[in-house]
Structures are given as C-alpha cells and as structure tokens.
C-alpha cells in the first residue's frame, strides 16, 4: 500500500510541478480524441444509413406453388426460423397480394374474372438476409423445399443488394484505416509530449537509478499521470461531443442520423481504450531514453 501511495502522490504531485506540460499534454489528447471520435460518428452513421438501405435492398422473394398446403407453409417458416443468415421475414397470402396490387394500381386488374386474376398470384415469402453468403444458402435452400415454387423466377433477390453490401464493406474498410492512422499519429504526439516531462524530471529519474529503483518502479507514476490525463481527455472530449452532436443531428434530421444514446455509450469506452493505450504506450516507450544511466 506504501508503494502505492507513493506512486500516486508522485504522479500528481509531479503533473502539479509540471502544470504547463500536463496542459499540453491534455490538449494534445483531446484533440486526438476529438479526431478519433468525429472519425467513428462518420463511420457509424454511414454504415447505419447504408444498413438501412441493405436491409430495403437485401430481400429475396419466394413464390410458392399453386397448391401449397396450410403445412407447407408452416413447414417453410420454421425452416427459416431456423435458418442462419435470415435476418427477418413475413408471410403474404395470395389474397393479401391481390388486395395490395389494386390498392397501388386499380386499373392493373381490371377487366379481368376473380378466377383469372387468381391465377396470377401466389402467395410468398420476403426473407431478409444478412450478407452476401447468406443469401446464397438460403436461396439454396429455399429451391428444394416443399411448397416454394421450382421455376427460376420463382425465387427473386433484389439487385441493388449486393451493391449495398459492398458499399458496407468499403465504409468499414476506410473507417478502420483512418481510425489506425490517427491512432498512429496520436502516439507519436504524446511521445513528444511526454518527453518534455521526463527531460523536467531526468536528474530524479538518474539518481533513483542510482540508488537501485527498478524501471518499472520509475515507470509506474508516468503510467498513472497517462491515465489520469487519459480521463481528462475523455471527459472533455464526451462533453464537447455530445453537446455538438446534438446540434448537428437535430440539423440534419431528414438524413436518420443516429441518436446520442446510440453512439454515445461505445463512443465512450473506444475514447477511454483509446486515450489509456496511446498514454501508456507513448510514455512507456519515451521513458526508456532516460532509463539508461
């Protein structure tokens, strides 16, 4: 507990001594985090509004035969209830159908017998997918169930899909690669921050080697003051972010931008992971200059 004690008083009685660095430091963090977190409210909300559209555009449709049974169609859903991949999916009977079609369009139907216009339909299943390889086995699948229509057009998946799901991919692809880039560039500025503290502190550093204090025991405050710094940051940032983003989102409501609450709380944990890693990581790699006497 003494050793401790110790560590903290040290840490925080070195961040009062060296205030100006420790501002620095503090902004310099900040607006890496201020980076950070724009980056990923960018990429959450384009991959939100890009889901959104998948999932209008990521439907098969499965017509089923003519003389389908009431346990064929039962059979169908729990086949899908079952199914990997299925994100979601409803049921619309040849009746339904019929009313939906001269509900859109009165004149499509008209002039032809009940009997005729029957023959026309069928009932069917939209099944939502999750991805790409999922679609494939449930459109396997669906050719060699019971009931499901055997033609080729009896089974229907939505072009504009497959474009939606690469526009996903890509979206994550760039969000990640610009998310390690600041990371990168984060860590290098904290470094150099850093390095003005321990350039204050060298002759204490040099005589506690001396006297046979282990690095780890010299690193240990510097660790602490970079968490504690860590946390500053993400308050500051949190509480800029989340007044900013309120107003930005209430600007722009017509585009579905995400709510506060939906991002705020991963926002959050990302910024403080963030924040203590480059702070631990940059002071531990600045400190091993000063630690070879």
Known sequence: MGTISYWFYDAISSMKKNLKN?????????????????????VE??????????????????YLTPDVTDEQV???????NKMSGVKEFSYTTKEEAI????EENPTLLKGYTDEV???FFSAYYTITFESL?????????????????????DIQVTD?????????????????????????LSVFLIMNSTKLMLYAKRKEISIMKYVGATDGFIKVPFIIQAIIIALIAALVTMLLVNIFYGIVAGKMATYNLLASEDIMFKLTLILLAVGTGIGIIGSSVSMNKYLDV
């Open 160 to 184: 504009s899909a497959v474009e939606a799901i690469k526009k996903a991919r890509t979206v994550q692809a760039i969000g990640l690669t610009l998310l390690l880039l600041v990371v990168e």
């Open 74 to 80: 039962v059979e169908i859903r729990n086949e899908l």
């Open 117 to 119: 216009v029957e023959s």
């Open 22 to 42: 420790v501002s620095i430091s503090i902004g310099t963090m900040i607006a890496t985090m201020l980076v950070v977190a724009i980056a990923f409210i960018v």
């Open 99 to 102: 009313k939906k079609t001269r």
């Open 45 to 62: 909300n384009a991959k939100y509004m890009i889901n959104l559209q998948k999932d209008k555009a990521s439907k098969i449709t499965a």
């Open 133 to 153: 390889e999922a679609e494939e086995n449930i459109v396997a699948a669906l050719r060699v169930m019971d009931g499901v229509g055997k033609e080729k057009e």
